[in-house]
C-alpha cells in the first residue's frame, strides 16, 4: 500500500518554511525521500533508518517516527532551487522488499 | 557518478504494437527497476529485479514483461501497447545486496505515447 503524502501541493515565497508528511499503515523499517524538479529524473535526498532519527541535506531534513509509522520532511528558509516535486518511498520489510513510493507532494516556491 | 540511461527519451506507438524499452547503468548495480509515473499517482512500480535473469512482479505487472539477459540492461516489454499505456516510464538501479535500503538512481524518463 502506498504510503499518504500530505500536503499534495503546497505554494511558499521564498523563506519561507515548509513541512511534507509521509504515513503508513504498516510498520515502517525506513523512510527514503526524493526530490524530482520538473522534466527531471527523481533524485534522492536521505534515507531515515532507525525511528527518532534526523537527518539533513542542505537545510531540508526529516525525522522518522516509527511508532506513528511517519516521517516528516522539514524545508527551512526555502530557496527556489527547492521547487519540485517531492516523493517519500517505504520499505515494508526490514531489506527484502523495494520501496513503495508516495504520490507525491508538489512544492512551488516563488520570489 | 551513476549514470542510469534510457534509450528513449520520447516514444510514439500504435495499439497492439510491441514496445521495448531499454535502461543501462553503468555501475554494476545489482538491482534494477522500471516505475511507472502518472500525475497524482506517484511512482509505481512494474517489475524489479535483483541479479541477472531474475525479475519479480512490483504492484502494476499487468501488460508488462521484463528482460535481464545482462547485469547492466534491463528491458520493459510491452507485449501489445494500449491507450491505457500511456505515462511517463522511469528506469532506476541500487547497488544491491544489502537488499533494497539503498539510493536509487533514476534515468532520465522515456515518455510514451499510444495511439
Known amino acids: 500500500q502506498q504510503p499518504v503524502q500530505s500536503p499534495q501541493a503546497v505554494i511558499l515565497r521564498e523563506g519561507e518554511d515548509a513541512v511534507i508528511n509521509c504515513s503508513s499503515s504498516?510498520?515502517?523499517?525506513?523512510v527514503h525521500w526524493y526530490r524530482q524538479k520538473h522534466g527531471e529524473a527523481p533524485v534522492f535526498l536521505m534515507i531515515l533508518l532507525k525511528g527518532g532519527e534526523q537527518k539533513g541535506h542542505e537545510k531540508i531534513s526529516a525525522s522518522f517516527n516509527e511508532k506513528k509509522q511517519q516521517s516528516s520532511l522539514y524545508l527551512t528558509a526555502s530557496q527556489l532551487s527547492y521547487s519540485g516535486t517531492y516523493f517519500c518511498?517505504?520499505?515494508?520489510?526490514?531489506?527484502?522488499?523495494?520501496?513503495?513510493f508516495g504520490k507525491g507532494t508538489r512544492l512551488s516556491v516563488i520570489a | 557518478d551513476v549514470k542510469v540511461t534510457q534509450s528513449s527519451r520520447y516514444l510514439v506507438k500504435r495499439t497492439g504494437e510491441k514496445v521495448f524499452l531499454e535502461c543501462v547503468q553503468d555501475?554494476?548495480?545489482?538491482?534494477m527497476f522500471w516505475y511507472r509515473q502518472d500525475p497524482g499517482l506517484g511512482l509505481r512500480l512494474i517489475y524489479f529485479?535483483?541479479?541477472?535473469?531474475?525479475?519479480e512482479k512490483g504492484d502494476i505487472p499487468e501488460g508488462y514483461s521484463v528482460s535481464r539477459e545482462k547485469k547492466e540492461r534491463f528491458s520493459l516489454i510491452l507485449e501489445s501497447a494500449s491507450t491505457n499505456q500511456t505515462s511517463m516510464y522511469l528506469c532506476?538501479?541500487?547497488?544491491?545486496?544489502?537488499?533494497?535500503?539503498?539510493?536509487?538512481?533514476f534515468g532520465p524518463g522515456t515518455r510514451l505515447l499510444v495511439l
Open positions: 532506476a538501479s541500487s547497488l544491491g545486496g544489502t537488499g533494497f535500503q539503498e539510493t536509487q538512481y
Open positions: 529485479s535483483y541479479d541477472v535473469k531474475m525479475k
Open positions: 518511498g517505504t520499505e515494508r520489510r526490514s531489506g527484502n522488499t523495494p520501496l513503495v
Open positions: 504498516k510498520a515502517l523499517y525506513s
Open positions: 555501475m554494476d548495480h545489482e538491482n
